[in-house]
Structure formats: structure tokens, C-alpha cells
């Protein structure tokens, strides 16, 4: 006659002991950890760092013309807001580079992105400020963010075509793509058109 | 400059000490000797609301760039099938399914703390107890501890098995079903109550490991292996726990490769066997996207121990379960983005799919031996963004024993 356990229903015995003991190291390792926030640098921490041998940065307000208005909608597929605030890192006269700080979506929210430049407007760096989605973090990956410095307003960002995406991570690739070639137009318009600009 | 991210770990604990040399160390953002800032006046009351505070529903400013969206957020996947199916020797049958729509809740606590649901619901209508199903697939806290090196995770969980079960928004798979591999051999999706780590230690090396519930033996099958012995944590019975490991290597952008392993005590789960039952599961897997090639590929190797118990049959009720001891399937997927090289944005793949499976693999008594199949898949995903796929496709499923069928599916998919 088969035999039939009657059953606990729980952990017990052996098992009962494995699940002790893989919760207390996790516990453990959890209370001697520190916990990190969402937001991996802010901008005034990003500003001091990567202009640190310039005597200031200051700000200009850029109101996209038309057709610069056409081109981002063009390369990111939404229509760009009123006005952005472009960041210049001077030393006396001379102008050291530019940042951008925006934000784009990748699946469910916004990531934050600021995307840093020379003074000829080539991408020195981007940088993923704050990051809120579940999966697709792996853009923050330094090799991934490589792939962007040197370009420019006459690049290709595509993700897919002219910029790798991460396996797993596909809508956030996107995302920082159309916020480094937003950033790249509207700092190309600084550089190029300062009868766009509205001074403060 | 490129900063090394994360930029603001501070590696003091226990975990770093033994991760040592893996974790990326702090970057140093000093500005005791930076540039004089002159800020416009709303960046300072975007800073105010960032770093170790919850994220505020304030509302973005269109001057001072990032500003901080709902701590709670909203999202969702879906897919609309129609399928002909065309047995030989049958009659064509037709039918339109809102396979599932599934709802995504996520909320940003603060302090490295997020929680993460997905709601389904599948065939559109549950009435009377007729109809579809509504299921929760994912419900879990995570707990950012080393930034992308260490979280812990513990909740209801995807089971880190095979490419599928983890990722399966409809735009993200060719051809308008899921792999029958993915179904009958890998049983997704298949979510257990857990507790585990994930992370990310070194660049584009990433883990999941979770100490999970097990499977229920009395309900495997011989035609969908270990399917049925899914618990989905509903007063999921939990003397047999069981171990779900997944690391995955992405050795350049686009590529990955993972090897995945599953071990757990089924027979503990059920009143109807006195066996442990123990499954044992390993997956290899790939995929790349790279210059237009999308390539996807996957094997799973599943063994059953402790059958003969589950067959065994001293009361002339019948076996308490006939599945197959060794339970083995794979398929390899191309497809080219012929769009690729122009400026549309949009993205048309004609793919090809062959599968092989078998449920009951190496099975010497014909009782207890069932047919190994073959499927050819081919068609093509049109994708005029990322998050939709309008999809077409033709079916060829060629079983060793029984009668072919042919089928011919058309379909949308979305996530958002």
C-alpha cells in the first residue's frame, strides 16, 4: 500500500534550516550594507567635476527655432518643450564646454540624463542622473555611455543602426539615444546661433 | 570625461568587504577647487527633491531640465492573437483571442527601496468561472543595497530560467505565440514566492539567485512536462523550497549568453506521493541584436527523478502523474531588420524559427512515451515603434507520431 506523508505545512526539519540560514545571511548582509538613492549625482556635483578647471559656469536659456524644432522631433519622435537651459563652462573669455541636463522616458519613467560637451559641441560624456525603472539600468554601463562621446549635432543615434543597445535594456538604449541627440542639437544651436539664445 | 558609475557608493559594508575588487569604488566629486556655479534659480529646487528623498509629484519645469515624476507608476504589456488552425485531415478552425493584457504597478519608496507588480488578465473575461484567468505574475520588493552590484529581492518572482520567462513583452519575441519551448518545456511564466539577490557586480556580468517554493509533483504531465506542478504562491505548499540561479555574460553590446540552473524538492509539495521527486533543470541561452541581425537562441534540459513512484499504481487508481523522466527541448531563431539601414525608425523582421522538443525524451516503455516534436516557424514582426509589433506568421508542427497541423497567426503587441 503506498505510503502517504501527512504534511506540515511550513518549512520543517532540513528545509526548515536552509531557509534559516539563507535569510539570516541575507539579512546580514542587508543591516551591514548602506542603502544608495535613486539619484546617482546631482547637477551641481556633476557641473563641479567635469568643469573643474574652468572659473565658472554659467547658463543660457535656448528657445529651438523651427527647424531645430523639426529635427528633434525628427530623431526622438516627440516635439520638443519651449525652452531649455544650456549650461557653459568658461574660463575668462574662453569657453570650455557645454551640459544638458533632460529628461527622456524608457518603458514606464522618466530617466534623467545629462549629456556633456567640448566647446566644438563633440560629446565628452553622458551621465544617467537618476534611474527609476525596474529593469535597464545596465545603460548606466560605462561601455555603453562610451559609444556617445565624440559625437555630435551631425551624428547618427539611432539606437540599433548607429548606437549598440543593451540586451534587456532595449526602450532605456533608446531613451539615452534621443536625450544625447536632443542635447546635441540644442547645444549646437548655442553654439551656432546666439541670436537664438535668450539671455537671461 | 566618462565617470565611473556608480558615482556615489560608499563600499563600508560586509558585502563589499567580501565583493572586494568587483564593486566599482566611489568617484571623486569633489569641488573644493571647482568652478564658480551660477545656477538659474529653478535648478535649486530640483535639487532639493533628489538624492535621499522619495521622489515628490512635483511638476516638471521645462527650464531647469530633469525634474522628479509620481513615485508611483503605471505601465503595461498586451497582445491580440487570431489563429487558423489547420490540422491535416481536419477541418480549419478560427479563432480571435485577447490573449492577455497585463498591468504593471511600480512605486519608488526611497532610500533604494522600489516595489514591482504585474497583474494579467488572460482570454479577456473570467464569468462564472468561465473564461480566462487573472493572475498576479510579479509582486515584489527590491532592495538596492550595493547600487547595481547587490539588490535583494523578495516577493513573488519571476523564476530566472531560460530568456523568456524573464522577458516576454509581446514586441520583445518574434511570431505572434511564444515559443511552444517556452511553454511546454520552461513553464512560462512561471513565478514563485522567493527571496534571493540580483545584480550586476562587474560590467555586463549580471545574476539572480533566489531561494523560491517548489513545483507539486501530483500535477506534471507527460504532454507539458513540469507545467502543471506550478504553485503561482496561492497557499502555495512549501516543504520542498527549491534554488533558481541565472547568470548571464554580455561580452560585447547586443550579445548576451546565460546559463541558468533550477533545483527543488517536488514531492515534499503533494499528499499524493511518499517520494522527494526531486527536478533538476539547466538552460543555455542567447541572444543578439546587432547591425539588424536579431538572433535568439535556447536549450533546456529538465529531469524528473523519482518517476517510478509517480507512476506507480498499487491501488488501480492509475499513476498519480505520467510524466517523463527526462524532459528536453531547444530552438534557434534568425531574423533581419531589413529597414535597418534606413532613416524610418521603424523595423521590419522577417524571422525563422525551428524548434525541437520532446516531454518524454529516452523513455523505454511505450506507456509512458509520447511524441518528440518539430516546429517550423516563419513570418514577420513590423514594428513602427519599439513598444508595438503588428506580427504574421505560419506555423508548421510536424510531431514523430500523430498528424501534422499547420497554423497561421496574425497579431498585435504592445507594452508601455
Not at chain 1, 8 to 30: I, Q
Amino acid at each position: 500500500m503506498k505510503t502517504v506523508f501527512m504534511k506540515h505545512r511550513g518549512p520543517r526539519g532540513t528545509h526548515g534550516l536552509v531557509y534559516g540560514l539563507f535569510v539570516s545571511a541575507l539579512l546580514t548582509a542587508s543591516v551591514a550594507s548602506v542603502a544608495r538613492a535613486e539619484t546617482f549625482f546631482t547637477l551641481r556635483e556633476l557641473l563641479g567635476s567635469h568643469f573643474h578647471d574652468s572659473t565658472q559656469v554659467g547658463y543660457e536659456r535656448v528657445h529651438p527655432a523651427a527647424d531645430v524644432r523639426a529635427a528633434i522631433q525628427r530623431r526622438t519622435g516627440s516635439a520638443p518643450k519651449d525652452e531649455y537651459v544650456v549650461y557653459v563652462a568658461r574660463s575668462g573669455e574662453h569657453v570650455d564646454g557645454y551640459a544638458l541636463f533632460d529628461q527622456e522616458r524608457g518603458q514606464h519613467e522618466l530617466i534623467d540624463i545629462a549629456t556633456f560637451f567640448d566647446a566644438q559641441g563633440q560629446v565628452t560624456d553622458v551621465e544617467v542622473m537618476t534611474y527609476r525603472e525596474a529593469y535597464g539600468e545596465a545603460i548606466r554601463s560605462t561601455r555603453f555611455r562610451q559609444q556617445f562621446v565624440g559625437r555630435d549635432a551631425s551624428s547618427g543615434f539611432a539606437a540599433g543602426r548607429d548606437v549598440d543597445i543593451i540586451s534587456g535594456a532595449t526602450l532605456s538604449s533608446g531613451a539615452m539615444a534621443r536625450a544625447v541627440a536632443r542635447a546635441a542639437l540644442l547645444v549646437d544651436v548655442a553654439r551656432h546661433q546666439p541670436d537664438t539664445l535668450a539671455h537671461r | 570625461m566618462l565617470l565611473r558609475p556608480p558615482a556615489r557608493i560608499l563600499p563600508l559594508s560586509a558585502v563589499a568587504l567580501l565583493l572586494g575588487g568587483l564593486v566599482p569604488t566611489s568617484t571623486v566629486l569633489a569641488q573644493d577647487h571647482g568652478p564658480t556655479l551660477d545656477l538659474p534659480p529653478e535648478a535649486s529646487t530640483a535639487e532639493a527633491s533628489s538624492a535621499e528623498t522619495p521622489p515628490s509629484t512635483e511638476t516638471p519645469n521645462a527650464a531647469t531640465g530633469p525634474s522628479t515624476p509620481s513615485a508611483t507608476s503605471v505601465g503595461g504589456y498586451g497582445e491580440l492573437h487570431f489563429n487558423a488552425f489547420m490540422p491535416d485531415g481536419g477541418d480549419t478552425t478560427t479563432e480571435i483571442d485577447l490573449h492577455r493584457v497585463v498591468f504593471f504597478f511600480g512605486h519608488e519608496f526611497g532610500h533604494g527601496f522600489r516595489f514591482y507588480s504585474e497583474l494579467e488578465v488572460e482570454h479577456a473575461f473570467i464569468e462564472h468561472g468561465e473564461g480566462g484567468e487573472v493572475k498576479l505574475e510579479q509582486a515584489y520588493i527590491q532592495w538596492d543595497m550595493l547600487d547595481r552590484a547587490l539588490s535583494l529581492r523578495a516577493g513573488m518572482v519571476l523564476v530566472p530560467f531560460g530568456l523568456t520567462n524573464r522577458v516576454h513583452e509581446p514586441p520583445s519575441f518574434h511570431g505572434v505565440e511564444r515559443p511552444s519551448v517556452d511553454s511546454l518545456i520552461i513553464p512560462t511564466t512561471w513565478s514563485e514566492g522567493g527571496i534571493g539577490l540580483v545584480g550586476e557586480p562587474v560590467e555586463g556580468l549580471r545574476y539572480e539567485a533566489y531561494l523560491m517554493g517548489g513545483l507539486n509533483a501530483e500535477h506534471f504531465t507527460q504532454g507539458k512536462g513540469i507545467r502543471g506542478g506550478r504553485q503561482s504562491v496561492s497557499h502555495a505548499v512549501t516543504d520542498g523550497p527549491a534554488l533558481a540561479a541565472r547568470v548571464s555574460l554580455e561580452p560585447t553590446l547586443g550579445v548576451e549568453l546565460g546559463l541558468s540552473g533550477y533545483f527543488g524538492l517536488t514531492g515534499p509539495n503533494t499528499d499524493a506521493v511518499s517520494a522527494s521527486v526531486p527536478v533538476s533543470a539547466v538552460a543555455l541561452d542567447g541572444r543578439a541584436t546587432r547591425a539588424g541581425l536579431e538572433a535568439r537562441a535556447e536549450l533546456a534540459y529538465i529531469h524528473v527523478g523519482d518517476t517510478e513512484a509517480l507512476r506507480a499504481d498499487p491501488m488501480g487508481t492509475g499513476p498519480v502523474s505520467d510524466v517523463g523522466s527526462d524532459i528536453f527541448g531547444g530552438y534557434l531563431e534568425l531574423g533581419y531588420d531589413v529597414l535597418h539601414t534606413m532613416e524610418t525608425g521603424h523595423a521590419l523582421v522577417p524571422f525563422v524559427r525551428a524548434e525541437w522538443y520532446d516531454t518524454t525524451l529516452s523513455e523505454d516503455d511505450p506507456t509512458f512515451n509520447g511524441p518528440s516534436v518539430f516546429e517550423l516557424t516563419m513570418g514577420a514582426d513590423y514594428r513602427p515603434i519599439p513598444q508595438i509589433a503588428f506580427k504574421v506568421d505560419v506555423q508548421l508542427e510536424r510531431p514523430s507520431d500523430g498528424n501534422d497541423e499547420n497554423v497561421v497567426d496574425l497579431g498585435i503587441g504592445w507594452m508601455f
